[in-house]
């Protein structure tokens, strides 16, 4: 190992930026996709609780095929030699950005998007500081993906390939590691120090036992303003068995909600990894208390690469405890998919098969009439427009027939776009997403003698920001974020019932925290 009063002189000959772009694998869009069903966001808006989703408690968390290091033996020491060698390329990355003039711009010690990745390829500050943020936050999938690339582009940097011998260390990969400490032991220019740190890397790795399961905790908790907690008419009318009666006013109302999972993880060879994933959330109305519920989820998944695909299949079962309501149990199971087009786009797809039920009893004599299965197909498209800006399109369709001939039975179609900034103070995104919904049959509690037929449209602001960069102390890795909203959703049908407005404002807390 390198004796610390000694400074190694950096080879900028070696480190000239190549002017061509490097490939890099896009962003996984399916990951994304399956987040917006993850931990963070299983706290629903005030007033969305309706039969739409009064089934579904929970959806897949994300998988992927980040490791972390078990406890193996003499594994202080190798976290040790990891440190040491990311601390003395850290030096050398300032010393970069110190002579470059790169150091006060977008690399500095500020958030470093994908985005910004895909766009800059080749700059050598801001991707190895992008490397050394995702391995704090313990994305090591990223950080690795950054690290071979960089290696490819500039394979006589010594520094480079021991940043990345070091995470593959800490994350427990054989294979990899061993092949680097071997490409390593053939340079002649390498020095008796480096030469020294491999082989004691080497022989710890010898006498390491295999690494197995990764677990993650996931917590979120959040609040919700509304105005129209009952989603109900413009007109404050409704109709009722061919009556129509007054609805009432539209009520302001805060909602209270905790999120919390628990996720295992395990690699299954060099490219896919299983996960399952158990999951609680609560919601708490303030003054309405009829949609209070708990929810219980369990899931299963696994994810894997054939080729330029990404594959994760899933099964997801849950129960959703209504304060007020019958129970509601179903089970889901599906796939999803993406690939890459380029470096500026990625598709995504998926199918999932839903079977929802409810609990039938005394208080709820009509529970069955929501039991249904369900098939839903997805589209989705990426786009990197610049380092700045970025845009997402979503296409969805799902055919939902209840089990009791009651006028539940619907066809949905979705479309969403939405436009991402990846600004250097926080994250926003500004979305617009258009549902039509077009039921079979009459619901003769509603209107004997016309299906019902929606076209809702939601709009949406918002904005993530990571509490580290406000307080580092709090959150030195910046795990801990904050998340601002807005949404106004109008919906527009034929029955007066579900013609209707709404405007809600939410703030949530998310963190992901690595138990072992």
Same mark, same amino acid.
């Given at each position: ?331 889901? @199971?599906?796939? %999803?998919?993406? *690939? ?5 786009? +990625?598709? $995504?797809? &998926?199918?999932? =098969?839903? /079977? #929802? ?19 839903? @197909?997805?589209? %989705?498209?990426? *786009? ?5 800006? +970025?845009? $997402?399109? &979503?296409?969805? =369709?799902? /055919? #939902? ?25 926080? *994250? ?14 009459? /619901? #003769? ?25 406000? *307080? ?45």
């Amino acid at each position: 190992m390198r004796k610390k009063n000694k400074k190694k002189s950096f080879r900028k000959k070696k480190l000239k930026k190549n002017s061509k772009k490097g490939i890099i694998s896009p962003f996984l869009f399916f990951i994304a996709f399956l987040s917006l069903f993850s931990l963070t966001n299983l706290i629903m808006p005030v007033g969305a609780y309706n039969e739409k989703i009064n089934n579904i408690s929970i959806g897949l968390p994300k998988i992927n095929l980040d490791k972390k290091m078990d406890n193996f033996p003499k594994m202080e020491e190798n976290i040790k030699i990891a440190e040491d060698t990311e601390n003395k390329l850290l030096k050398v990355i300032n010393e970069i950005s110190e002579e470059e003039g790169t150091g006060t711009t977008t690399a500095n010690n500020k958030n470093i998007t994908y985005i910004q990745i895909l766009q800059n390829p080749n700059d050598l500050d801001l991707n190895l500081k992008y490397a050394q943020q995702q391995g704090k936050m313990g994305n090591y999938k990223q950080t690795i993906s950054t690290l071979e690339r960089l290696n490819m582009i500039y394979p006589d940097n010594v520094e480079i390939k021991l940043y990345l011998l070091s995470v593959l260390v800490q994350i427990d990969s054989p294979e990899k590691a061993n092949t680097i400490i071997e490409e390593m032991k053939l340079r002649r220019d390498l020095e008796a120090e480096d030469l020294e740190s491999l082989k004691e890397i080497e022989e710890e790795l010898l006498d390491r036992e295999p690494s197995l399961w990764t677990i993650t905790l996931d917590t979120g908790v959040a609040s919700v303003w509304s105005n129209n907690v009952g989603s109900v008419s413009k007109t404050r009318l409704k109709m009722s068995s061919d009556s129509r009666d007054e609805f009432g006013s539209a009520k302001y109302d805060r909602t209270g909600s905790g999120a919390a999972g628990l996720s295992l993880t395990r690699p299954v060879g060099e490219s896919s990894s299983l996960l399952i994933n158990l999951a609680h959330t609560t919601s708490d109305q303030y003054q309405e208390k009829d949609d209070d519920f708990q929810s219980y989820g369990l899931t299963f998944g696994f994810d894997t690469s054939l080729g330029n695909q990404n594959l994760s299949p899933y099964l997801i079962m849950s129960k959703t405890d209504n304060m007020t309501d019958a129970d509601a149990f179903s089970l889901m @199971y599906g796939i %999803g998919g993406f *690939f890459s087009a380029g470096e500026r786009n +990625s598709f $995504s797809y &998926g199918y999932a =098969y839903t /079977d #929802s039920k409810s609990n039938h009893n005394s208080e709820d004599d009509t529970a069955n009439e929501a039991n249904a299965i369900g098939h839903g @197909y997805t589209l %989705g498209h990426d *786009f990197i427009v610049n380092r700045l800006i +970025s845009t $997402s399109i &979503g296409l969805g =369709y799902s /055919d #939902s027939d209840a089990k009791v001939d009651a006028g539940n039975d619907v066809e949905t179609y979705d479309f969403s776009l939405a436009v991402n900034f990846a600004f250097p103070w926080a *994250f926003v995104s500004a979305s617009s997403s258009h549902t039509f919904n077009d039921y079979k049959k009459a /619901d #003769s509690s509603v209107v004997s003698d016309m299906a019902r037929s929606d076209y809702v449209h939601t709009y949406s602001l918002a904005l993530t920001k990571a509490i580290g960069d406000f *307080f580092p102390v709090i959150d030195p890795n910046r795990s801990l974020f904050i998340n601002l909203s807005y949404e106004n959703v109008d919906s527009e049908a034929n029955i007066i019932n579900y013609d209707y407005e709404a405007e809600s404002f939410s703030m949530s807390f998310s963190k992901s925290l690595k138990l072992n």
